[in-house]
């Protein structure tokens, strides 16, 4: 019989090297500054408590990308996920967003969640294009699969960039047909859409070692934008 | 003419909304109403400016539900669309209304919930103003037009993209003060303009407009309750007269205006509205106008008379529209950042005048705030109201 060490090995998918996203730093509309960089494995429960609160939020699907986003997180911490990365965008070390996704196999990326706290100043595009520069450029990908779950998401990816349809894949997010980012596509939107200044002075880097979490009210009242009906 | 005063003024934070159209709209109007104090008096009749309930929310004659959500019965009742002029147009209703004698008491009460459909149906439906063989068919909307209108004056003027973006920060930093404001997030020249990152942070929307020189889509609610002297005068609050009204109209389609940057409805309003209130530009102390992009700010107070025309966009630089220069233009963060619910925006500009004639304007109070001007820009530049208002000594 095997041992419990034996099983675990069993059920961890099996792993692939992957290169590092190197920190860059992306000056927003508001002037603050905000610093993209990797998050490392043994920082995925503060992002779980991060994203726990917008479980119940049905506003522009927060709700469904909250739940299967917390899903890939845990999935990536307990080792049931194969090859997944999560980058993180900060100001002033408070999470402003955060996106993952992983590696199918050497040629080919599949993009999961986009995830948005601090609304209203483009940090999810930001972050998505991040996303994409770490498939493309980093890990040297042909392409990346991809799908939204809110009409938001369809506008900014497949409208934007704009992607192509790969409609004879089901994605992993639901079945839902793929589109796909090419590297041909990546670099004809690059100078729209892909921003950041390399190296990050490590002053600031420190600033972005830690994850902090804003107020779950602030959290709530940045994603829902809830104001009218208030006098 | 008998002399008519706003005793009332409120309105709903812009943004967002999840609450239904009517209750809404009476949020606002309760907070009004409450402003006024009327006591036992009774409102003789509600106005309600609106432009789409019937096509976005599917909701029709909700001047009549209103005053049946604030058992108001037996109220007159009538709503009044004219496009994102509907607001100054209703406040111009009711004080008809008080004017020729109809009425003592009027509640009238913009409405608008915009954000019930996706951004693109919105800028569709507002799109159904222009001309429907001339404009509209080709895809004209209303972002479109006032990019055609930017670079014209630009090539004309001189404006520059900064200059533009000077607007948007100025009225970014106004709203922040402005706790009824759709968005409390200032912007930087950097961020917007200047910086690498600014190509991606603020994307064209239709050049040279980018996404921060638009008004955001906005829900929202605001409402001004009208009186007659005889009732006004019984009332502890500061008085508010309507000191004038003027209204014009100009061609349906921009490409039949002799000059497209002339906005000749604007000055022929304003005009009318000074000579009705025996003022003059010079006399304005504050100024709300109708910035749904950054360089109507800049056109529109020209044309009103505030500075001649092609110098208002150094008027802007030199910081002589912030709240502490020498005419405060937009203390509400304007439609810019305070949000554009295009019903309730003309009444919303009465709203804020009114707060700052009164010295109710926390945090962005323009001291000894005597006069103050409305914009209320309809169609595009097709159909403007302008009201002065003054305030009374008691």
């Not at chain 1, 839902?176 to 670099?187: A, N």
């Not at chain 2, 055609?148 to 100025?170: N, Q, S, W």
């Not at chain 2, 009824?180 to 407009?209: C, D, F, K, R």
Request: aromatic share 6%; net charge neutral; charged share 20%.
């Amino acid at each position: 019989m095997a041992s419990v060490t034996d099983l675990e090995a069993l059920l961890r998918p099996p792993a692939m090297e992957m290169p590092p996203y190197p920190p860059k730093a992306i000056t927003l509309a508001s002037g603050e500054e905000m610093i993209v960089r990797q998050a490392d494995r043994e920082e995925m429960p503060v992002l779980l408590k991060a994203i726990y609160p917008l479980l119940l939020v049905e506003r522009d699907y927060y709700d469904i990308v909250a739940a299967r986003l917390y899903s890939e997180l845990l999935a990536y911490k307990r080792y049931r996920v194969k090859d997944e990365y999560v980058l993180v965008g900060l100001i002033d070390g408070v999470l402003a967003g955060l996106v993952n996704g992983r590696l199918v196999d050497g040629k080919v990326g599949m993009s999961y969640h986009t995830l948005t706290i601090r609304r209203g100043l483009r940090v999810g595009s930001h972050l998505f294009a991040a996303k994409m520069e770490y498939h493309i450029e980093h890990c040297g990908q042909d392409e990346v699969l991809i799908v939204a779950e809110s009409p938001i998401g369809f506008r900014r990816w497949m409208i934007e960039y704009p992607l192509e349809k790969k409609y004879e894949v089901q994605h992993e997010l639901g079945g839902v047909p793929s589109w796909v980012l090419t590297r041909t596509t990546y670099f004809e939107a690059k100078p729209r859409l892909v921003s950041g200044r390399r190296p990050v002075p490590a002053d600031k880097l420190a600033g972005a070692a830690v994850i902090h979490l804003p107020g779950e009210e602030t959290v709530h009242l940045q994603v829902t934008g809830e104001k009218g009906g208030k006098a | 003419m008998r002399p008519v005063y706003v005793v009332g003024a409120g309105m709903t934070r812009f943004g967002r909304s999840e609450w239904p159209l009517v209750d809404l709209a009476a949020t606002a109007s309760l907070a009004a109403l409450h402003h006024a104090n009327l006591g036992k008096t009774p409102v003789d009749a509600v106005v309600v400016a609106n432009m789409g309930a019937g096509r976005i929310n599917r909701q029709t004659a909700i001047a009549s539900a209103l005053v049946d959500r604030l058992s108001l019965w037996p109220a007159a009742a009538e709503a009044v669309e004219n496009g994102p002029a509907s607001g100054a147009s209703a406040v111009k209703v009711g004080y008809q209304a008080i004017a020729a004698g109809m009425a003592e008491v009027v509640l009238v009460t913009g409405v608008e919930m915009m954000r019930a459909v996706d951004g693109l149906e919105a800028t569709d439906f507002v799109a159904s103003l222009s001309h429907p063989e001339a404009e509209y068919i080709y895809g004209v909307t209303l972002p479109s037009l006032a990019g055609l209108f930017t670079r014209l004056y630009m090539d004309r003027y001189g404006v520059e993209r900064r200059h533009l973006a000077l607007v948007a920060i100025k009225n970014h930093d106004n709203a922040m003060k402005n706790p009824y404001a759709h968005i409390h997030q200032p912007v930087t020249m950097e961020g917007i303009l200047t910086s690498p990152e600014a190509a991606v942070n603020n994307p064209p929307v239709a050049e040279p407009l980018h996404m921060f020189d638009c008004c955001p889509v906005s829900d929202g609610a605001a409402a001004v309750v009208l009186a007659s002297q005889e009732v006004a005068s019984k009332l502890g609050a500061p008085r508010v007269l309507v000191a004038g009204i003027g209204q014009a109209t100009d061609t349906h389609a921009v490409q039949e205006r002799q000059d497209p940057t002339d906005l000749k409805a604007v000055r022929l309003a304003s005009a009318a509205a000074f000579e009705r209130a025996g003022a003059k530009p010079s006399d304005i102390d504050v100024a709300e106008l109708h910035d749904a992009f950054t360089i109507l700010e800049i056109a529109e107070s020209e044309a009103a008379g505030f500075f001649k025309v092609g110098q208002a966009h150094k008027a802007v630089e030199r910081g002589e529209t912030a709240l502490t220069g020498k005419l405060p233009i937009n203390p509400s963060g304007g439609l810019k950042a305070k949000g554009h619910p295009v019903g309730a925006t003309g009444v919303a500009q009465i709203v804020e005048l009114t707060w700052q004639l009164r010295g109710e304007a926390t945090g962005r109070q323009i001291a000894k705030a005597k006069t103050a001007y409305a914009c209320n820009f309809g169609g595009f530049g097709n159909n403007v109201v302008a009201t002065v208002l003054r305030k009374e000594e008691r």
